[in-house]
């Protein structure tokens, strides 16, 4: 079946630094999402990107189908950006979507 | 921005008793979900719905669960009967087309406790 993995499970940042989420699936890519979960549980949808790179802010994806990969690059971190971070992918038509174990980022002062 | 507000946050029910979450989606929204965290685990996938209709299912979305959206009012879950394991926050989201995309909304979930 499906296998959604992130790397790092957790991330611990000094106030500035820059950090690189890695989500890799085991089958090809019908589409591809990263979302932000607040400590306390609520999900936002950070970027909807089934292929190629997509910036917001200080937010960068990058999505490589041939690689089955996804990445969520965080430049200048901020304190606010603590929490954990969920990529979900479902294959192609016909399949639900799946999500990865997530990556807990803590960014500090 | 829109929100999916989710009722009740926090529920504590009887094992055997049926339970009801309701969800109110975004209002323009035509695809509904439903998804399951156990306290700290991965965010699990339930159901999708469409015009009245469910459109894909995980194997978690057992038989005594069911889902409906009676006359564009709640899209909700009901499980009967709950059993210990379905303990879990359980989330609901919407969006205007399948598969996701950036306006895809999630609400801040139920709490549900089977004791």
């Known amino acids: 079946g499906q296998q959604v993995q992130q790397s790092p499970t957790s991330l611990v940042l000094q106030e500035g630094e820059n950090a690189e989420l890695q989500c890799n699936f085991s089958?090809?890519?019908?589409?591809m999402q990263w979302f932000y979960q607040r400590p306390g549980g609520s999900l936002i949808s950070v970027f909807y990107n089934p292929s190629g790179t997509k910036q917001s802010g200080r937010l960068t994806s990058t999505t490589v189908i041939k690689e089955r990969r996804s990445s969520l690059h965080i430049s200048s971190s901020q304190i606010t950006d603590s929490g954990t971070y969920l990529c979900a992918m479902d294959a192609n038509s016909g399949t639900y979507q799946r999500f990865g174990t997530g990556t807990k980022l803590q960014v500090v002062p | 921005g829109p929100k999916v507000l989710q009722i009740p946050s926090h529920q504590i029910i009887d094992m055997g008793q049926m339970v009801t979450l309701n969800c109110d989606p975004v209002s323009n929204h035509l695809y509904f979900y439903w998804y399951k965290q156990i306290l700290g685990q991965q965010m699990e996938f339930l159901v999708n719905?469409?015009?009245?209709?469910?459109?894909?299912k995980s194997k978690l979305f057992k038989d005594q669960f069911s889902v409906e959206r009676p006359d564009g009012s709640y899209f909700t879950l009901k499980i009967q009967p709950t059993a210990l394991e379905d303990s879990a926050v359980y989330f609901c989201?919407?969006?205007?087309?399948?598969?996701?995309?950036?306006?895809?909304?999630f609400g801040s979930g139920t709490r549900l406790l089977v004791i």
């Open positions: 989201a919407s969006s205007p087309r399948d598969r996701g995309g950036s306006d895809y909304t």
């Open positions: 089958t090809s890519l019908n589409s």
């Open positions: 719905f469409y015009n009245g209709k469910v459109m894909e």
